[in-house]
């Protein structure tokens, strides 16, 4: 078993940053690949960012490539999600999750965290 929890979201101004952490309890998160994914209001769960479980491989949605980083601290067994270059259409709830490998699917996790809410508005 593992447990998740978000921490770091927030309203930020469009064209601003945020970094969220994801706190792992339970079995260590190195034994998993972890990924973020997102949800905004009347839409499906998407992927946002994924990073294997020892980090050598990210991958990330088209719509976040070269504005979002995700990283991992096995140490600290602690995973984050820098966001950069902020938009209005990044509003939205967002999760960590862990799973065998990484995938786009949410049905490809195993645990979910229970979300943090990112607000980006002037």
């Known amino acids: 078993q593992v447990q998740l929890v978000e921490s770091g979201g927030g309203l930020v101004q469009p064209g601003g940053s945020l970094r969220l952490s994801c706190a792992a309890s339970?079995?260590?998160?190195?034994?998993?690949?972890m990924g973020w994914f997102r949800q905004a209001p009347g839409k499906e769960r998407e992927f946002v960012a994924g990073?294997?479980?020892?980090?050598?491989?990210?991958y990330y949605a088209d719509s976040v490539k070269g504005r979002f980083t995700i990283s991992r601290d096995n140490a600290k067994n602690t995973v984050y999600l820098q966001m950069n270059s902020l938009k209005p259409e990044d509003t939205a709830v967002y999760y960590c999750?862990?799973?065998?490998?990484?995938?786009?699917?949410?049905?490809?996790?195993?645990?979910w965290g229970q979300g943090t809410q990112v607000t980006v508005s002037s």
């Open positions: 999750t862990a799973g065998g490998s990484i995938t786009v699917v949410t049905t490809g996790y195993d645990y």
């Open positions: 990073i294997s479980r020892r980090g050598g491989s990210t």
């Open positions: 339970g079995r260590t998160v190195s034994s998993y690949a």
